[in-house]
């Protein structure tokens, strides 16, 4: 499996493999969660992820 990793504007990553199907991963830290006024973030939030959810509670950016 082929992944391309970019950086966008605000920290936002996408990720293609190589069936070309994309998935964005909106922030790159809290702070930027933050400032886009989102958190925090939920688990299944789009945006969550559990490298933001530092204590694994399924709350991120707390």
Do not use: W
């Not at 970019?6 to 190589?18: D, H, I, M, P, W």
């Not at 069936?19 to 969550?48: M, Q, W």
């Amino acid at each position: 499996m082929l992944f391309v990793i970019e950086e966008k504007e605000l920290g936002s990553v996408q990720v293609a493999n190589n069936e070309e199907s994309t998935i964005d991963i909106p922030y790159a830290n809290c702070t930027l969660a933050r400032e886009a006024g989102v958190t925090p973030l939920h688990a299944g939030d789009l945006g969550y992820s559990t490298k933001l959810d530092r204590d694994g509670d399924g709350v991120a950016c707390e």
